[in-house]
């Protein structure tokens, strides 16, 4: 009960300083390659906590956990769909800004959809281990090319009834929390 719990409140997406840290680096060499932007995201974040079990078959990309079931869709006009074991579904809608866009995964399980105008989003299914706990969702990024790109952008919010998003300091209190975090 304990996992599956955690798997419902912990879908948790990053909104944190790295988009800034990443769009820096990218402005350097070429803002457009894609393996580039993957490769500086994975070394920002890491990809110790992702999970690069992603099936590509059908019209989602797929991840099986423990507790949930990810798809991650193969275009930017989709939607992420996480599904726990007990039927309860989320989904998150992808920014506007990479609606024509296919997602690329790296070996490491990074997913990019390297947006037409100045802006990628990032998409990276994590499990990790946290007080003997196993703690599954999604980390979402967005990468900024440059100045231009827009200064705001949205993710639409599906959640079932009585759910709500929290954050960080919310859930664990101003002591334990990790900045930028925010759960379901």
Excluded: W
């Amino acid at each position: 009960m304990k996992k599956l719990l955690a798997g419902i409140l912990t879908l948790s997406i990053v909104l944190s300083s790295n988009g800034i840290a990443i769009a820096a680096e990218a402005i350097e060499e070429n803002p457009t390659s894609t393996e580039h932007q993957a490769d500086i995201v994975e070394n920002i974040v890491g990809t110790g906590e992702v999970n690069p079990d992603i099936d590509s078959c059908g019209i989602n990309l797929t991840v099986k956990g423990e507790a949930v079931n990810l798809g991650i869709p193969q275009n930017g006009s989709g939607a992420i769909d996480l599904e726990t074991f007990a039927g309860t579904r989320f989904s998150i809608g992808l920014p506007k800004d990479i609606k024509n866009a296919n997602a690329e995964v790296t070996e490491k399980g990074t997913v990019i959809y390297n947006g037409e105008e100045d802006v990628s989003v990032v998409v990276q299914a994590i499990r990790k281990e946290q007080c003997g706990l196993t703690i599954e969702g999604i980390r979402s990024m967005i990468v900024i090319k440059d100045e231009k790109a827009s200064k705001e952008y949205e993710f639409d919010y599906n959640l079932p009834a009585g759910y709500g998003l929290m954050t960080s300091e919310e859930y664990y209190g101003t002591k334990n929390a990790e900045k930028g975090y925010i759960y379901s």
